[in-house]
């Protein structure tokens, strides 16, 4: 039997990592955890207010989204990061070697849209440039993949899955 991945959905603000999230936990059997739910409220009042969260601000935070992913290590489970640079995925793969990444990515202008039509978050678009201006692709020694956002979540979430099952079995590693 195959081990269940520990899945980190990945993006910029505005991707989808929150609807794709647990779309594709669902899919996998797995827990979910909303990364937002990690974070202190200063961060949310931080950014609620337009001010871009320093690296700082954001050690703790993925110190805690780190935690609950090593305690899924061999169970499987997907949580919501926007784990936008390579530093801050290193510091969640210290915490728990095992995780991989799904790195939604998109069109600037479909994101942004997306955004200006999502109620009751506290990411405004006007950080969007930052988010972009901060992200650091995945590199080809990270383990994970890059799905568009294009089209329906269930389509997003089918991509994923489908990406998710080409990668080498994390119990083999």
């Known amino acids: 039997m195959r081990t269940p ?13 929150t609807t794709i999230g647990p779309l594709l936990a669902a899919r996998l059997g797995v827990p979910y955890a909303e990364g937002d739910d990690f974070h202190p409220e200063a961060n949310i009042a931080k950014m609620a207010a337009g001010t871009p969260l320093e690296d700082a601000d954001r050690w703790p935070w993925l110190d805690a989204i780190g935690a609950w992913a090593h305690g899924r290590a061999g169970l499987g489970g997907v949580v919501s990061c926007s784990a936008l640079k390579r ?3 290193d510091r969640l793969r ?6 991989v990444f799904v790195h939604l990515a998109g069109d600037r202008s479909l994101i942004e849209d997306r955004m200006t039509h999502r109620q009751g978050h506290f990411m405004p678009t006007a950080l969007l440039d930052s988010q972009f201006a901060t992200l650091e692709p995945l590199q080809a020694d990270e ?5 568009e956002v294009s089209g329906s979540p269930e389509a997003i979430s089918e991509r ?3 990406a998710l099952d080409e990668l080498p079995d994390p119990a083999a590693r």
């Open 94 to 99: 210290a915490a728990a070697p095992g995780i």
């Open 143 to 147: 383990a994970g993949v890059v799905v």
């Open 87 to 89: 530093s801050y995925r």
């Open 160 to 162: 994923a899955v489908t």
């Open 5 to 17: 991945h520990v899945v980190v959905v990945m993006g910029v603000a505005g991707t989808g990592k």
